[in-house]
T-cell receptor, first 112, second 115 residues
Framework: SQQGEEDPQALSIQEGENATMNCSYK?????LQWYRQNSGRGLVHLIL???NEREKHSGRLRVTLDTSKKSSSLLITASRAADTASYFCATALWGTGNQFYFGTGTSLTVIP | KAGVTQTPRYLIKTRGQQVTLSCSPI?????VSWYQQTPGQGLQFLFE???????NKGNFPGRFSGRQFSNSRSEMNVSTLELGDSALYLC??????????????FGPGTRLLVL
């Protein structure tokens, strides 16, 4: 079963706007990671945030983590057409080694 | 440094056949994981290998098996294919895999179509 769920399932914005997507998960985690997937291809790692961190930045990406609410958000600022992709959060649970649980994904479309 | 490579990229099989997929991890990475991605079930963990040993296994039937070689390359085998096995199979590698949640680097995937 899915550990996490992304919200919204689909998002369509104009180029230059910001995109925010959310991830909720069910159990305690060690860290949470965000990945991007272009249509039908492999996943590209974007950013990792540890359970003791609340916010992290990487270029145009900002990730927040609220362990009390078991949720995370990914903000992409000044979006570009090239950001069009599906975005997934992935969590690794304590005691499960390197087994990742992926959310359902948010499909982002950036309109030029 | 070369990324994770998977072969073949596309595969068409018929029900009842078996298939073997191959994954070469990033040089120096010893952990290899396999995932199945379908529109209905999303991304699901199949298994993880580390130093030629299966360390973790997801909730898939025994028709799905794998192995890892001494050079860390891994193969995944699916026997007696079913229509529902049509999916994108993704391989991911990590340096150690022992640190929980260590970043995994994904290959481009093998798209399997079962007719």
């Amino acid at each position: 079963s899915q550990q996490g769920e992304e919200d919204p399932q689909a998002l369509s914005i104009q180029e230059g706007e910001n995109a925010t997507m959310n991830c909720s998960y069910k159990t305690s985690i060690n860290n949470l990671q965000w990945y991007r997937q272009n249509s039908g291809r492999g996943l590209v790692h974007l950013i990792l945030i540890r359970s003791n961190e609340r916010e992290k930045h990487s270029g145009r990406l900002r990730v927040t983590l609220d362990t009390s609410k078991k949720s995370s958000s990914l903000l992409i600022t000044a979006s570009r057409a090239a950001d069009t992709a599906s975005y997934f959060c992935a969590t690794a649970l304590w005691g499960t080694g390197n087994q990742f649980y992926f959310g359902t994904g948010t499909s982002l479309t950036v309109i030029p | 440094k070369a990324g994770v490579t998977q072969t073949p990229r596309y595969l068409i099989k018929t029900r009842g056949q078996q298939v073997t997929l191959s994954c070469s991890p990033i040089s120096g990475h010893r952990s290899v994981s396999w995932y199945q991605q379908t529109p209905g079930q999303g991304l699901q963990f199949l298994f993880e290998y580390f130093s030629e040993t299966q360390r973790n296994k997801g909730n898939f039937p025994g028709r799905f098996s794998g192995r890892q070689f001494s050079n860390s390359r891994s193969e995944m085998n699916v026997s007696t294919l079913e229509l529902g096995d049509s999916a994108l199979y993704l391989c991911a590698s990590a340096r150690w895999g022992g640190a929980e949640g260590e970043t995994q680097y994904f290959g481009p995937g093998t798209r399997l179509l079962v007719l």
